[in-house]
């Protein structure tokens, strides 16, 4: 993908409200009441209301890449732990499921300290996930996919937590899956770890297309945005999502921007600001 194609897209991309789809239902996670879901999940609560529209804009704009630039694989990271990456990556996810006949997964490949479930108020049966499915390769992709009732959303969640997850990743079977994800998915949400200080995350991104960025308002130091874009592709770096930021929220037609390259440093990093309009400090 060209980051001029991407840029491109990212200036002239407008909201589109997409329809509900109904997704074939998986057995494997245990649902539970919607009171047990993360309020800040939107896209999956409030599907229509405001707090949710920033989501839609973001969502449309991946829409526009997978067409245009051939995105299929997309990670969101963050530079630290607690700016947003997770529920910014469900919330994402929920959106593009919506989307007319669109497969859509969502992949847990924060192994260190996974919260998906806890988000999505489930309990995993199995317990397999990703991990299981490295680990065993008789365990194919779509064996360890799940459903997330009562949403629309395909979920292969981490299976266990791992205090040391990098020789794992660097297995050939981790990229197997992947590419498994893509002859199957239309679009692959990557729940990534934080980019500093482990080095997983460079494993992880050989095998995706585009990388966003979650970055706390107010709370992200900017030292630490600076480190973490260092140890980034700049080819498959999307942009930045501006997280967290009250003040944002009352702007809401200049919410998004992007520049399709970073220089040396951050002064002139652009960003997509505050996808939630909430002050949240989640993973």
Request: with cysteine; proline share 8%.
């Amino acid at each position: 993908m060209e980051s001029e194609a991407l840029s491109k897209l990212f200036r002239r991309a407008r909201v589109k409200a997409p329809p509900s789809l109904a997704v074939p239902s998986l057995a494997g996670l245990r649902s539970t009441t919607l009171d047990s879901v993360a309020p800040h999940l939107v896209t999956l609560l409030t599907p229509t209301a405001f707090e949710a529209e920033p989501y839609r804009v973001l969502s449309h704009l991946v829409v526009q890449m997978h067409k245009e630039a051939g995105l299929r694989v997309l990670a969101i990271s963050s530079p630290s732990a607690g700016d947003g990456k997770t529920s910014t990556a469900i919330n994402l996810a929920g959106v593009l499921a919506q989307e007319p006949q669109a497969r859509v997964l969502l992949l847990e490949a924060e192994l260190r300290r996974p919260s998906m479930l806890a988000y999505l108020g489930l309990s995993y049966a199995s317990g397999k996930g990703l991990v299981g499915a490295i680990l065993d390769p008789m365990l194919s992709l779509e064996s360890v996919v799940q459903q997330c009732p009562p949403f629309d959303l395909n979920v292969v969640p981490a299976g266990r937590s791992l205090a040391s997850p990098y020789d794992l990743l660097a297995l050939p079977r981790f990229g197997e899956l992947l590419q498994e994800a893509r002859q199957h998915y239309d679009y692959v949400v990557v729940d990534m770890p934080p980019l500093v200080p482990f080095a997983d995350c460079r494993l992880i991104a050989r095998w995706i297309d585009g990388l966003l960025v979650v970055v706390a308002a107010h709370r992200t130091p900017r030292k630490l945005l600076e480190e973490a874009l260092n140890v980034t592709d700049p080819a498959k770096l999307v942009g930045l999502v501006f997280n967290q930021d009250d003040h944002q929220a009352s702007k809401y037609h200049s919410l998004y921007r992007y520049y399709p390259r970073l220089p040396i440093g951050i002064k002139k990093a652009g960003v997509l600001p505050d996808v939630t309009g909430h002050n949240n400090h989640h993973a």
